[in-house]
């Protein structure tokens, strides 16, 4: 099997054993060689050079502490409630249109713009949905809305390798699968 060590994400973690991001294979082999970090977790695969072959890492941990930078929360926006919901109509679940952004409530009725009331919405769930309350058209949200944990945000992604996503949940916290961030 052949895999491309750019795009395979390794969850690397502090040294306090804290989530930090995830990285592509290329750069966690990198510090795993160079010792700055250690491999807490392995893949069946092996990588291959010119003179040796070595398992791939899955998880990795820094052999130094790395400082956070502290951020004061995401920030509201039509990108960020994009990337909360998935790119997903929180209407029908479709996501394989160009997506807009749609007020539960709607504006004309005193709808607040902000997470709990902002959804991502496709156009014909949009449209028909128009000025109307979900009560007045009987339509359902997905999934109920809510302000995201920045501190999730270098964690969502939709995994092409669910086998590490396995082994990531261990040391992922809980409350991430529970936001439906790794699908
Ligand atoms: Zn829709």
Redo the contacts with the bound molecule.
């Keep these: 099997m052949t895999v491309n060590l750019d795009s395979l994400k390794i969850l690397v973690l502090n040294y306090s054993y804290e989530p930090l991001q995830f990285c592509n294979a290329k750069r966690a082999i990198v510090m795993v060689l160079t010792g700055r970090a250690e491999s807490l977790e392995l893949d069946g695969c092996f990588v291959r050079t010119p003179n040796t072959a070595y398992r791939l890492p899955i998880v990795i941990r820094t052999l130094k502490m790395v400082r956070r930078k502290r951020r004061k929360g995401i920030s509201f926006s039509k990108k960020n409630i994009l990337r909360r919901d998935n790119y997903t109509?929180q209407?029908?679940g479709?996501n394989s249109r160009l997506m807009t952004v749609d007020h539960i409530l709607p504006k004309s009725r005193g709808g607040k713009t902000n997470w709990v009331n902002v959804v991502v919405?496709?156009k014909?769930?949009n449209l028909r949905k128009g000025d109307r309350s979900l009560q007045e058209i009987d339509m359902n949200l997905v999934r109920k809305p809510f302000k995201p944990d920045y501190q999730l945000y270098p964690f969502q992604i939709s995994s092409d390798s669910p086998s590490h996503v396995e082994a990531w949940k261990k040391y992922l916290p809980k409350k991430l699968f529970l936001a439906g961030a790794l699908n």
């Design positions: 109509c209407y029908c479709d919405a496709c014909p769930c």
